[in-house]
Structures are given as structure tokens and as C-alpha cells.
């Protein structure tokens, strides 16, 4: 199964998944809004079901949330409407199709999403391209590659066989802080590093 028909399938049931840790999530949100302001056009990609996209919404103009996934855009549209959001466009496209202007982003959110790119430095790369001078790109990335045991990477193909997981790449922090240094991007941010969590990591297009 590819990537669109698992997340199509998946959409549901994510929608009444929880954030995890409530007091984690709120941190993140809270560590992202320090960049926001009114004037500020936010890119999200792979928004899933668009939390977090119409919880930063009132602090910014404009949001682009995207994402392979029709399903889930669907239920982040009802979602906007539902809670009276007007500035968020939800638009169907892959990380690595979308086509958006150079330099036209002041901030760009991608989380839990990295990990599931066959090239995730060419996506950091396209990222600092378009951010503007001064833009910061807020990443959440589930470092597979720094917790994965051998069993697990024997398990997961099987279940990617029988549809259970989505197609997932065993990425390590190391590359990811690499990478973000190849694309001219300084870290800003980072929640301490813990293995197994999420790595949380906000860097900056110098201006
Ligand atoms: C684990 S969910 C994360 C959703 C949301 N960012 C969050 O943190 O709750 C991954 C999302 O990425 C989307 N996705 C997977 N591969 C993608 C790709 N190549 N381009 C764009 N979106 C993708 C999926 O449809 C799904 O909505």
C-alpha cells in the first residue's frame, strides 16, 4: 500500500487519536508561537488533520496546510469551520511536489512527518529555500533510526506488508542536525534531546 491510500485509510481513526502528552504538545506549541505574529504566512506540511494548524491559526494571517492525504484534509477543513477558522487552506500535496514561491514563508512546521520522506535533507533543503531571511522552520521528528532495536526493524516490514505501518525510513538526530547545518539553517531551539522522544528542534534561515 503507498503512502496516500495508508494515511487515506488511516485518516479516522488518527482524528480521534490523542496528542500524546498533553503538557509535551502545549510546550511545542507554546516554544512555536515565540516566531508568530499577525503578519506572519505559516507553511505546515503534512498537517494531518490540521490540530495544530487551527490552534496557531489566530496568532498568525495565513497558514497553508498540507498534506498527501485527502481524508485527512477533509476532516481539517470540517475541523476550521467547525471552530471558526478562516485563514487556514488546506491543499492537497506530497512534501515533495508542493510548489510554493521562494522565500515567501516566515514559518514552516513539520512534525512527525520527516521520518516518513524517502529524502529528508532534500526536504530540509527545499525548506530553506523557501523560507524567507530570518524564517524559522519548526521540526518534529520521530528519530527511528537512534531507538529502532534489530527486532523491530525485522517487525516493521512485515507489518508494511499487511498495511499495519505506513511506509517509515529509520532516521537518526545526528543526520537530521546535519542536515539542517548542509541547508544553512542555525537551531534556535531544541527540547533537551531523550531518547525514544520525538526530537523537537526549531532552526533559522539566517537573515
Ligand atoms: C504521523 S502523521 C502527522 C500529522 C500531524 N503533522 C501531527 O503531528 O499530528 C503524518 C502525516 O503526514 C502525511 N504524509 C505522509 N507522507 C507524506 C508526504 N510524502 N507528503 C505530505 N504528507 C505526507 C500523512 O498523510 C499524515 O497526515
Not at 496557531?56 to 469551520?81: C, E, F, Q, Y
Amino acid at each position: 500500500m503507498d503512502a496516500e491510500k495508508f494515511w487515506d485509510k488511516a485518516a479516522e481513526k488518527y482524528a480521534k487519536s490523542s496528542v500524546g502528552n498533553e503538557a509535551v504538545y502545549q510546550e511545542k506549541l507554546e516554544a512555536t508561537q515565540k516566531y508568530f505574529n499577525a503578519e506572519s504566512v505559516v507553511l505546515e506540511l503534512g498537517c494531518g488533520t490540521g490540530t495544530t494548524s487551527i490552534h496557531h491559526a489566530p496568532a498568525v494571517k495565513h497558514i497553508l496546510a498540507t498534506d498527501i492525504s485527502n481524508n485527512m484534509l477533509d476532516i481539517g477543513r470540517r475541523r476550521a469551520s467547525e471552530a471558526g477558522v478562516e485563514n487556514v487552506t488546506f491543499q492537497q500535496a506530497t512534501v515533495e511536489n508542493l510548489e510554493a514561491d521562494l522565500a515567501s514563508f516566515d514559518v514552516v512546521l513539520a512534525l512527525n512527518i520527516l521520518h516518513l520522506i524517502d529524502d529528508p535533507a532534500g526536504v530540509v533543503n527545499k525548506v530553506s529555500a523557501l523560507l524567507k531571511p530570518g524564517g524559522v522552520f519548526v521540526t518534529g521528528t520521530p528519530c527511528l533510526g537512534d531507538v529502532l532495536i534489530n527486532y523491530y526493524r525485522i517487525l516493521i516490514p512485515i507489518l508494511r506488508l499487511i498495511g499495519k505501518v505506513p511506509p517509515v525510513h529509520y532516521i537518526k538526530r545526528s543526520e537530521l542536525e546535519s542536515s539542517f547545518a548542509d541547508a544553512g539553517l542555525e537551531i534556535e531551539f531544541q527540547r533537551p534531546p531523550i531518547k525514544g522522544e520525538v526530537a523537537f528542534i526549531i532552526v533559522k534561515k539566517p537573515v
